[in-house]
């Protein structure tokens, strides 16, 4: 072996020995691909292009983001974005409307602002697609994913290692049953039969996506919509103080989704279920700011009225400068600071109470 082979062999030993002690994961990608099912709050550009008032493609949308505008609703990053960095994605997953050819084999983001589990949930906003038509858009992309690897067995193999995360249920809250002037579920159900609806219907779609060869789901909880800038403006007398109505029918859908989560882990054995507590992760963000580097909670970064939340931000308009400090982008959203901390405690839990059984982490390494 020659000097320079020596010299090679060195810088190769020491950048491996940096790599351990940096923690850095040196095979970085660690699932073959990630599918996301979602709302507004992890939407990077589904609804761009349909007839809807449910949209973010302008600025200062994406004020903070590298490619600006996306149809993102966030200054910058989306917690799915968050968790696709940190599972080694060397790019973020695509949306389903730009998805094409081989860029299919990482994952597709299939999520949809106003989309709701209920099929009319955000129908007053126009065009969105529903839970229903993103398992739909899925079954497609599994056929292309087939046509891609030759066969349904390499496809299912292949399918089976990747993470798949759904978090639907905002809206069916927001955009539907507090909304008795458009809808009239909270004439027809009571919190606890509402909840039982919604997870009964999601349920249905999860085992469709089992059957087309889902094997690792993370379920994301409903966060504290009774507390966003938005139902602050509306019902709380201080401005400060959250709407418990809201956030007490938003616990009974989350503890139904966690029940869920035991009961395909007991009917599934050849897959695996976890639930991403977003309410509690949001929960220490709003008693706790200070610890993670917010000064405001109750008010929007950007849009318009009383706590900056009776309108969501207007085009071109100006948001405020110091956006890391506020918990809330606009009237519904979190900015991304806020998406930061949920993405890494979904990823890798910081609390026992973070995730159940388990976090993102190990549920890619299964």
């Known amino acids: 072996m020659g000097a320079g082979e020596v010299k090679r062999w060195i810088v190769v030993y020491v950048v491996l020995l940096l790599g351990l002690n940096l923690g850095v994961n040196v ?22 292009n349909i007839q809807s008032l449910a949209r973010a493609n302008y600025l200062p949308y994406g004020i903070d983001y590298p490619d600006g505008p996306t149809g993102r609703f966030s200054n910058g990053k989306t917690t799915v974005d968050v968790i696709a960095e940190l599972l080694g994605f060397d790019d973020y997953i695509p949306p389903y409307a ?11 983001n299939f999520a949809s602002a106003a989309a709701g589990i209920r099929e009319e949930t955000g129908q007053q906003l126009g ?3 529903t839970f229903g038509g993103q398992v739909n858009n899925y079954r497609n992309t599994v056929q292309q994913v087939v046509q891609i690897l030759g066969d349904e067995n390499s496809a299912a193999n292949y399918l089976s290692k990747c993470i798949y995360s759904i978090g639907l249920g905002s809206n069916d809250y927001l955009n539907n049953y507090f909304m008795p002037q458009y809808y009239s579920t909270s004439r027809q159900f009571n919190p606890d039969q509402y909840a039982d609806v919604l997870i009964q219907q999601y349920s249905q779609q ?12 993370a379920l994301i909880g409903v966060g504290q919509i009774g507390c ?25 859908f989350n503890n139904r989704l966690k029940g869920i989560v035991d009961e395909f882990n007991g009917n599934t054995p050849d897959a695996k279920f976890i639930y991403i507590n977003a309410y509690d992760i949001f929960q220490d963000l709003i008693d706790n700011p200070s610890a993670f580097g917010f000064r405001v909670t109750n008010a929007g970064c950007c849009g318009v009225g009383r706590n900056n939340g009776q309108i969501t931000c207007l085009p071109l308009q100006n948001p405020c400068q110091n956006r890391d400090e506020y918990v ?4 519904f959203h979190p900015g991304e600071a806020a998406n930061i901390v949920v993405g890494r405690r979904s990823y890798r839990a910081e609390r026992s109470s ?5 976090d993102i982490q190990r549920l890619a390494q299964l």
């Open 27 to 48: 095979n970085a990608q660690q699932v073959p691909c990630y599918f996301i099912f979602g709302d507004s709050l992890v939407d990077n550009g589904n609804n761009n």
């Open 98 to 108: 730009s998805a094409r050819g081989e860029d299919i084999l990482k994952g597709v």
């Open 127 to 129: 065009a969105r697609i």
């Open 206 to 217: 999860l085992k469709t996506l089992y059957d087309y060869g889902a094997r690792k789901f």
């Open 228 to 252: 966003s800038p938005n139902a602050l403006a509306q019902n709380s007398p201080d401005g400060r103080t959250c709407a418990e109505n809201i956030n007490n029918a938003n616990k009974l």
């Open 328 to 331: 809330f982008w606009d009237a």
């Open 354 to 358: 973070d995730a159940y059984p388990f």
